[in-house]
């Protein structure tokens, strides 16, 4: 096994690096590829990655900090709860038009339902129903009225 070059090389390397070969670095260091995207984007990430790797990612304490800074002086205001996580391997059932649906977390961050992967329970919810629902709601995990939109 040959030695990685080091750390100034890789970064230095990424803007004449084939797309790819930037694709092929990007599936090493990411379980998924975004959905928009372009290459600065994708050098940008790959070189704040490879820098983490090397040097080391910032503490928990300094991130929780960032982000609370960015919430207080945000002028976007999101109305979101506590975000939703589920372990890999859980499925949720709900029924839906006399039929039983089951729905699997995948290890990757999707979900799994009749052979086919969908990014968000939301998503899952729309496949099942053909109408926009939020998924947490529709299979029982946020508040409020059972079925409501």
């Known amino acids: 096994m040959t030695p990685s070059p080091p750390l100034a ?26 959905d928009r995207v ?35 002086r945000s002028k976007i205001k999101v109305g979101r709860g506590p975000e939703l996580r589920l ?21 990757d961050g999707f979900y799994g339902l009749d052979g086919k992967r969908y990014k968000s329970l939301s998503a899952a919810a729309r496949a099942i129903t053909g109408t926009q629902w939020n998924g947490p709601r529709f299979f029982g995990l946020r508040d409020g009225k059972e079925g409501a939109r």
Do not use: S
């Not at 372990?87 to 290890?107: F, K, N, Q, S």
């Open 38 to 72: 372009n290459r600065r984007y994708l050098e940008a990430r790959l070189a704040y990655r490879l820098q983490e790797i090397a040097l080391g990612g910032l503490p928990p304490q300094v991130k929780a900090h960032l982000a609370q800074c960015g919430e207080q």
């Open 87 to 107: 372990m890999p391997g859980t499925t949720l059932i709900r029924e839906w038009d006399r039929r039983e649906y089951r729905v699997t977390v995948l290890a």
């Open 9 to 34: 090389a890789q970064l230095a390397a990424l803007p004449a690096m084939p797309l790819p070969h930037l694709w092929a670095l990007w599936g090493q260091h990411f379980p998924r590829r975004p």
